[in-house]
């Protein structure tokens, strides 16, 4: 099933898709159903289940939901404006922008870590109760991937998503490929056609750039900011001195075959340090994984496409091949950690990215198809196991490890015919599977693997 560009590159405030950007909307959303109840909501209690609960903290998740609360969104948020440190010190909320309530974090904020609720690792529960302790509203929600968000009667009841009214429905890159050839089309071009029957060429274009433009400002950013990042394990953003180190080395024309893969872990290292800072970014496809897509994009403007020939294009083929490879992990599989672990990000940002770069590069449908596969296959069976729940360590590493492999996966597909002996559609399917036997403790639980074995 198709999933439009807008879905899958969205704009939404660091570090997780799936603990602060899904709970926000999934906040927003629980605010705007009150409707004319509002003036009665006195109380508001939310409980935290699963992954959410273990994790929730470190990854920002009761903040997100605060910024939810209060009927703000993030592509209009201005986080200059200290709304956190408001409610903390005031203890009050304005609900909404409506009602204002009693509000404590530590009282408001449940978390339900044993408990783990059938539909999904996931979980959060909203109540919002009146002066006498009634139950004004009740709902439960799930955060699944990439900021996408499930009410449980949208899940119980299986509830199906409708397919959106694009020209081109595609389920495999099998059928894909199929409409590439017989539509004399490349995969960029099937994108931008269903795009074109959602939006105006105009605003596909323009949201396009949006999203380009805050993936290379959070990497201009990145480079030059410096501190310590938040939270318990007081990391050091590495980024600033990296810039400097390779500044250095520029200048005095060190000679250095490998000097490009130092730009790239930069750039990756730039935008997964402002992730972890809770900045604004674009989930690619989600926000732990969100430093892979605009690190290559760099790589290619910087390095490997000629500049006479780079424009605004270049940029457009790229995300627009990388969305519809995405699309098919969505469809088949999944990009949430707490479901499939860390190869549903970091792994698909570098299928992604790969098959993007590949498409910038002058691959055709059978290469693009071949990076992609590559870039999941060396991924396969990637655990979520971050240290005290931190988007930190080792996520920001991973970050710069899934670009260069991007990059590599992308030249061994261009280098070659495009034949290969594993299809994209069977890798998905072994990644889905690989994810599924996976236990509990290595999907964003941090009670496995390094979260569990190292000492901080």
Known sequence: MYYSLSEIFAIGIGPSSSHTVGPMKAAKRFVD??????????????????SLALTGVGHGTPNAIVYGLLGLTADKIDLKQNYIERVKNSKSLLLGDKQNINFDFEKNFIFEKKTFLKEHSNGMKFVALDGQNNIVLEETYFSVGGGTIARLDEIAHRIERQPLDVPFQFDSFAQLKCICEKQNMSVSDVVLANERALYSDEDTKKYIRKISQIMQQNINDGVHKQGILPGSLKVRRRAPEMYESLQKRFENNVDDGLFILDWVNLWAFAVAEENASGSKIVTAPTMGSAGIMPAVMRYYQRFAHKKAFYDDMADIVYLTTAAAICSLYRTNASISGAEVGCQGEVGVACSMAA???????????????????????????????????????PCIERNAMAAIKAVNASRLA?????????????????????GLSLQNDYKETSLGGLAKNVVC
């Open 414 to 434: 261009t280098r070659g015919t495009g034949e290969h002996k594993v299809s994209l559609d069977s890798i998905i399917k072994t990644m889905y599977e690989t």
């Open 355 to 393: 098959a993007g770069l590949c498409a910038v590069m002058g691959g055709n449908t059978a290469q693009i198809e071949n990076a992609a596969e590559i870039g999941m296959e060396h991924n396969l069976g990637l655990t979520c196991d971050p240290i005290k729940g931190l988007v930190q360590i």
């Open 33 to 50: 159903n009150l409707k004319g109840k509002i003036d009665s909501v006195q109380d508001v209690k939310i409980y935290l289940y699963g």
